[in-house]
């Protein structure tokens, strides 16, 4: 089966700039989560999609974020407008909806905001 | 809340000797435990899982973990390190919220094995 793939893998913008991130879970995954890991630090959970819905956003750093999963599948996290501090490597992962699935993760979106 | 700890940013481990990475949690319920690995330019890969059962896991390239519930540790293990082992570890513990919750991750070590 096709992994989870994220587009693009390197993004360079300047600050006040936006950009878009896409993520493709694989399919039949309903849940679909997006995190970050800002300058070799811990992973950070952003959000979290059930299908189309959003389970939980109490990771979203601020109103500059914006995540959609229209339709269910792929999904776009939107950073409009970019500051400095979202530079960062920003990974997608999707899983089925049990307790003992583990998350697939995709490769990642390094994002660099000069 | 539910939390976890990697108490080593680095591991340094000699090629053929055995390896251990240590990871600590807290949580409010029943532990899900996983561990992933980070190889350079790449996705988090999964390596093994402890939901119940045995506390010795087994997974992928000959790593296991040991889940301790008395001092809440699940140490990464693997008796013969290679050099192609280095690479970036993450325990995590996912959220007992709901069935799909998210995995809470800890900051990571870096393991490096020498020859």
């Known amino acids: 089966e096709a992994g989870v793939t994220q587009f693009p893998s390197h993004s360079v913008i300047e600050k006040g700039q936006t950009v878009t991130l896409r993520c493709d879970p694989i399919s039949g995954h309903d849940n679909l989560y997006w995190y970050r890991r800002v300058m070799g630090k811990e992973i950070k959970f952003l959000l979290h999609?059930?299908?189309?819905?959003?389970?939980?956003e109490s990771g979203m750093p601020n109103n500059r974020f914006l995540a959609e999963r229209t339709g269910g599948t792929y999904s776009t996290l939107k950073v409009q407008p970019a500051e400095l501090e979202d530079s960062g490597v920003y990974f997608c992962?999707?899983?089925?909806?049990?307790?003992?699935?583990?998350?697939?993760f995709g490769n990642g979106t390094r994002l660099t905001v000069t | 809340a539910q939390s976890v700890a990697q108490p080593e940013d680095q591991v340094n481990v000699a090629e053929g000797n055995p390896l251990t990475v240590k990871c600590t949690y807290s949580v409010s319920g029943n532990p899900y435990l996983f561990w992933y690995v980070q190889y350079p330019n790449r996705g988090l890969q999964f390596l093994l899982k402890y939901i119940t059962g045995d506390n010795l896991v087994k997974g992928s390239y000959g790593f296991e973990a040991e889940f301790n519930k008395s001092q809440t540790s699940f140490h990464l293990k693997k008796p013969s390190a290679l050099v192609s082992d280095s690479a970036l570890y993450f325990c995590?513990?996912?959220?007992?919220?709901?069935?799909?919750?998210?995995?809470?991750f800890g900051q990571g070590t870096e393991l490096s094995v020498k020859p």
């Open positions: 992962a999707s899983s089925q909806g049990r307790f003992n699935s583990p998350l697939h």
């Open positions: 999609f059930v299908k189309e819905s959003k389970q939980d």
């Open positions: 995590a513990v996912r959220d007992s919220g709901n069935q799909g919750g998210k995995l809470i």
